[in-house]
């Protein structure tokens, strides 16, 4: 999902953030810098052919469907489907993809999807698995909107320590703040387990079940202050936003401390890691 690092994919806890601010922030800072690339990533995985049909679910701004499109042509259909009302218009606002397919976008939970059944070649969905409140009914509709033969690729987030900026940021957040003000911070990376994403599909009736890790270089041109900027779109949003100023700056102060190791010429250089599961529908 490409709104895997925020709580916009968590159909929980996402009424307590302003949603505009959330959504324009992650569109700005997070989807150039890790959802494009990501999304280049799992899209090597799927190997579109032109005329194919996707489903993103869990679309967020669109990031892996405009990319699917451009990929299976203007004879493809590709469908984006969040719960996320200020995700979607977001994406519907942005010009159609040059000689690729037009992309339709529903606002539409991961259980039940607002889609017919076998409908599709390939469903894909990018960092939104491990926010869904019930994972296995997620993979259920992703089966039921599949064709026979067809194909599924999903990214989920390896654990927080794996990721050197967000273990950081997290450090220092718990250093300046109350525990359980910090605990939804690293919800993005709460199912980090293989073995556990690969059952989820091997359980519900999906054959051919791969899982890979795979790493990915990540860069914050604008450097520290690019990154505390990006707290504006993490599930603790509200909270930074409350923050009076002298927690405030004492905050800043602490992740400028953390990620010092990860500075380089004013920008923060580090990787993201991620498994990939890859699983096919039966014919």
Same mark, same amino acid.
């Given at each position: 999902?490409?709104?895997?690092?925020?709580?916009?994919?968590? #159909? !929980?806890?996402?009424?307590?953030?302003?949603?505009?601010?959330?959504?324009?922030?992650?569109?700005?800072?997070?989807?150039?810098?890790?959802?494009?690339?990501?999304?280049?990533?799992?899209?090597?995985?799927?190997?579109? !052919?032109? =005329?194919?049909?996707?489903?993103?679910?869990?679309?967020?701004?669109?990031?892996?469907?405009?990319?699917?499109? #451009?990929?299976?042509?203007?004879?493809?259909?590709?469908?984006?489907?969040?719960?996320?009302?200020?995700?979607?218009?977001?994406?519907? @606002?942005?010009?159609?993809?040059?000689?690729?397919?037009?992309?339709?976008?529903?606002?539409?939970?991961?259980?039940?999807?607002?889609?017919?059944?076998?409908?599709?070649?390939?469903?894909?969905?990018?960092?939104?698995?491990?926010?869904?409140?019930?994972? =296995? @009914?997620?993979? !259920? #509709?992703?089966? +039921?909107?599949?064709?026979?033969?067809?194909?599924?690729?999903?990214?989920?987030?390896?654990?927080?320590?794996?990721?050197?900026?967000?273990?950081?940021?997290?450090?220092?957040? +718990?250093?300046?703040?109350?525990?359980?003000?910090?605990?939804?911070?690293?919800?993005?990376?709460?199912?980090?387990?293989?073995?556990?994403?690969?059952?989820?599909?091997? %359980?519900?009736?999906?054959?051919?079940?791969?899982?890979?890790?795979?790493?990915?270089?990540?860069?914050?041109?604008?450097?520290?202050?690019?990154?505390?900027?990006?707290?504006?779109?993490?599930?603790? @949003?509200?909270?930074?936003?409350?923050? %009076?100023?002298?927690?405030?700056?004492?905050?800043?102060?602490?992740?400028? +401390?953390?990620?010092?190791?990860?500075?380089?010429? =004013?920008?923060?250089?580090?990787?993201?890691?991620?498994?990939?599961?890859?699983?096919?529908? =039966?014919?």
């Amino acid at each position: 999902m490409s709104t895997g690092i925020i709580a916009v994919a968590d #159909e !929980r806890t996402f009424t307590c953030f302003s949603v505009g601010s959330i959504a324009g922030t992650y569109q700005e800072i997070y989807v150039p810098r890790i959802f494009i690339p990501w999304a280049r990533l799992l899209l090597e995985r799927a190997a579109l !052919r032109p =005329g194919e049909a996707v489903l993103d679910v869990a679309t967020g701004p669109g990031t892996v469907a405009r990319l699917a499109a #451009e990929q299976v042509g203007p004879q493809g259909r590709v469908v984006g489907a969040d719960f996320s009302e200020a995700m979607i218009a977001i994406a519907k @606002a942005k010009p159609a993809v040059p000689r690729g397919a037009t992309v339709e976008y529903v606002v539409s939970p991961a259980a039940p999807l607002q889609v017919d059944d076998e409908a599709f070649n390939v469903v894909t969905c990018q960092q939104g698995l491990q926010f869904f409140p019930d994972r =296995g @009914a997620a993979v !259920r #509709e992703m089966y +039921r909107a599949l064709k026979p033969g067809g194909r599924v690729i999903a990214a989920v987030w390896r654990e927080i320590a794996l990721q050197p900026h967000f273990a950081a940021v997290e450090a220092a957040l +718990r250093e300046c703040l109350p525990a359980d003000q910090v605990e939804p911070f690293g919800a993005p990376f709460r199912w980090p387990s293989t073995a556990a994403l690969g059952a989820a599909f091997t %359980d519900e009736g999906f054959a051919n079940v791969s899982v890979e890790v795979v790493h990915h270089p990540v860069t914050y041109e604008g450097g520290v202050a690019q990154l505390f900027a990006a707290l504006a779109a993490s599930p603790i @949003a509200s909270t930074i936003g409350d923050l %009076d100023p002298a927690t405030s700056a004492r905050l800043r102060s602490a992740v400028a +401390r953390h990620l010092a190791p990860l500075a380089i010429d =004013g920008q923060v250089r580090t990787q993201m890691v991620s498994n990939l599961v890859t699983a096919t529908k =039966g014919t």
